[in-house]
């Protein structure tokens, strides 16, 4: 137990460390920008007929606290999103970026993660089933599936569904609710017509990780089965799918498990520009809102940061369950 | 290879009698086989693999064809190419016959484009069945440089007017002519970043798995946590800095650069593993007893026993780089209308007009597909083929 506790502080620290030099990267991003915010938002008065001076961009530097060093800054920054969760403001719209942001971050986590259930749920089964099988059919179209998840990318899937969509139905699938519940308070009825629209970008971000991870899962089932253990159960008797379940899928699962961080990346990845085609209304869409066309690094930089967080926080999850379910995780605390 | 058959006959001569010519030739390729350099040996797996080999020829038409873009489109790829007549234009697909007979040689209709108080006093483009365009080949057209020659002349053209095989865009500009230009484009951003990021994951993956200890431990952690940061959002914010005022070929190198400056950390980490893994094997510790320089280690032993796996992984990035570009094109920060990459192609599909009314925008889908799976058959086939263990393992 102690043992285990350890691991679990260190695995958390670790975590910490990441995140840390990660919001080092976004705030650097954020500081990277051609003038800083009070200049900006001084030059967009000035377009609205007022007269300004140095003295009035220094006064504001000095109010929005960008006279301090960037040290000081970013853990101010940093201490401020630890502590009271507060990205501080947007530098153009002059709102909370907590504010702009809302429920939409939580949406597309939730999407994102559903997705990449979902895949494993396809893909487990199914890998599992067809690395055991000496079908040519089975193994050279899961083949062909894998590698389209690749070539196929999820924005050129979603474009040709809206594609296909237009063309046979009329109605291009697009949004995530209905027009009428667009700026409603979460009710049943908006949860509703949420679901019915939300399987499909789930679907689409789905693609690319179901078919990556059934290549995973197809060939970790491979080379377990090709070992001696399983020979040596097969030789007393074991067969069909109580050997499969039983020894080869339980060793493959932990580099599956250890695989999930690296596809929720893939996901996260791929959202922002299938939000984008799908028309969502969440955190990726926002996210190509700031950059390609209000230049807002100070939201960007925090939804880019609320991703890596997630996936950090994924992985850190999937290293306790990996510890829970395999000891010799345990005893090699750094352990690649 | 010549030179040590040569020698191995004239070893057997005196017995020639006795061992027979399939002996021989068994002998042959038995020495042929462990004499083999690797890149011979990779060679002969590769060849062995079907889909891989296919593929490989099929990459290699696509490179083929992206390089000898301007004078295998028949129009400039910009709007100097631009057909005024015929926007929005559908394919013009060759044929040889129709009601009015066959002619050896194909032909496309030409279009009629007018208003009048019939067409409700829009601009209305007809095709016109008596007035046949019959099929040229080299024929003179947009100038173009290729090579570092100015040259005139075009694979194939129209005796009057032009031709469009996919159709054309909203502007009219060829979009075939444009497809060839965007392979040429988008592996040219692809080569550029790949050859970035691998010159800085060979000085960052080196050093960290020269030196170890301590220096690896904290570039691990650094590139550790880049590769947690979802890369195309990251991309996203770099290219956002760049500013519009940037020119088109400009954007082109900073987007390579960008591309290459973010893609390292994957390559740095399996350079940096294929160097620790390698360095502490029993073979370079025989070369260090046998009174062998560190250069001559790293030059003989540790290099060529890596660089097959280190071209294979270029490979196997090279997709990654080419979507990472069309994605941020896509999304109209990466690279812009003059230049034309699939991207750019891409970015014009995702209109609702475009969707309704002209689906042969689609068509450079079918290419940039088709790239990238030839990409990712090819790098699977040479991953195979480098694995010296894994014929043994099938």
Request: with cysteine.
């Amino acid at each position: 137990m102690a043992a285990f506790l350890r691991f679990v502080v260190i695995r958390a620290a670790m975590a910490a460390t990441t995140l840390l030099l990660v919001s080092l990267i976004v705030f650097s991003l954020m500081e990277l920008v051609p003038g800083n915010c009070a200049e900006r938002y001084l030059a967009y008065k000035n377009t609205q007929g007022q007269n300004l001076t140095r003295e009035d961009i220094a006064a504001e530097e000095a109010r929005l606290g960008l006279d301090q060093p960037f040290m000081t800054r970013w853990t101010g920054w940093v201490s401020n999103v630890v502590l009271r969760g507060d990205f501080g403001e947007s530098c153009i719209l002059r709102v909370g970026i907590n504010q702009l942001l809302g429920d939409k971050f939580l949406i597309s986590a939730a999407i994102c993660l559903t997705a990449l259930l979902l895949a494993y749920l396809i893909a487990i089964p199914v890998g599992i089933i067809a690395a055991s099988s000496n079908s040519v059919w089975l193994n050279g179209s899961l083949r062909f599936v894998s590698y389209l998840g690749l070539a196929l990318p999820n924005f050129l899937l979603a474009l040709l569904i809206m594609l296909a969509s237009t063309v046979y139905f009329g109605d291009s699938l697009t949004g995530l609710f209905s027009k009428e519940f667009r700026d409603a308070p979460w009710s049943m009825a908006k949860v509703q017509d949420f679901l019915s629209r939300v399987w499909l970008p789930i679907f689409i971000l789905g693609w690319s990780a179901t078919a990556f991870a059934l290549q995973t899962v197809r060939a970790l089932m491979l080379d377990e089965n090709g070992k001696l253990y399983v020979t040596a159960a097969r030789a007393r008797g074991l067969y069909g799918r109580r050997l499969r379940w039983r020894y080869p899928a339980r060793h493959a699962l932990g580099p599956i498990i250890n695989s999930l961080g690296f596809d929720l990346n893939r996901i996260f990845n791929e959202l922002p520009i299938v939000a984008l085609i799908l028309t969502l209304t969440e955190a990726g869409a926002l996210l190509i809102e700031a950059l390609a066309r209000s230049n807002d690094q100070q939201l960007a930089g925090a939804i880019i940061f609320l991703l890596t967080a997630t996936i950090v926080g994924l992985n850190f999850l999937t290293d306790i369950a990996l510890a829970l379910i395999d000891p010799r995780m345990r005893k090699s605390v750094i352990g690649t | 290879m010549a030179i040590i058959t040569g020698r191995k006959r004239r070893d057997a001569g005196p017995k020639a009698n006795k061992v027979t010519r399939k002996q021989i030739r068994q002998e042959n390729r038995k020495e042929a086989y462990f004499t083999a350099s690797q890149r011979q040996l990779i060679w002969a797996r590769f060849r062995r693999n079907g889909t891989a080999l296919t593929a490989g020829f099929i990459l290699l038409t696509l490179v083929l064809m992206g390089l000898f873009a301007p004078f295998l489109s028949p129009y400039d790829p910009t709007i100097a190419g631009r057909d005024k007549g015929y926007t929005n234009g559908a394919p013009q697909i060759p044929r040889f016959c129709d009601a009015a007979g066959c002619s050896a040689r194909p032909f496309i209709y030409g279009t009629k484009r007018e208003r009048s108080i019939e067409t409700n006093f829009r601009w209305v483009t007809s095709i016109d069945t008596a007035d046949r365009r019959y099929v040229q080949w080299f024929v003179q057209g947009d100038r173009y440089r290729l090579f570092g020659l100015t040259m005139t002349t075009h694979l194939f053209g129209v005796d009057s007017g032009k031709i469009h095989l996919f159709g054309t865009d909203d502007t009219g500009k060829d979009i075939f002519s444009r497809t060839l230009h965007a392979i040429k484009t988008s592996l040219a951003v692809g080569t550029l970043g790949v050859l970035i990021s691998f010159s800085l994951a060979l000085i960052i993956g080196g050093v960290a798995g020269y030196f170890g200890g301590i220096i690896d431990g904290v570039i691990q952690m650094v590139t550790d946590a880049i590769r947690t940061v979802p890369s195309i959002p990251l991309f996203m914010a770099v290219a956002a800095f760049l500013p519009d005022t940037v020119s088109a070929e400009a954007r082109f190198f900073y987007i390579s650069l960008i591309l290459g400056l973010i893609g390292w950390p994957t390559l740095a980490r399996r350079i940096r593993t294929h160097i620790l893994v390698e360095r502490n094997q029993e073979y370079v510790l025989a070369a260090q007893l046998s009174g062998a320089g560190p250069g001559h280690i790293i030059r003989r032993h540790l290099l060529p026993s890596f660089t097959s796996y280190i071209i294979v992984d270029l490979v196997i990035s090279f997709p990654y780089m080419v979507l990472s570009e069309t994605a941020l094109s896509f999304i109209g920060l990466g690279l812009k209308d003059p230049v034309t990459s699939l991207g750019v192609l891409l970015s014009n599909t995702c209109q609702a007009d475009v969707l309704l009314n002209y689906q042969w925008y689609f068509i450079p889908v079918i290419f940039f597909i088709t790239l990238v799976m030839a990409f990712v058959f090819v790098g699977d086939g040479l991953r195979d083929a480098a694995d010296p263990y894994g014929s043994q393992r099938k």
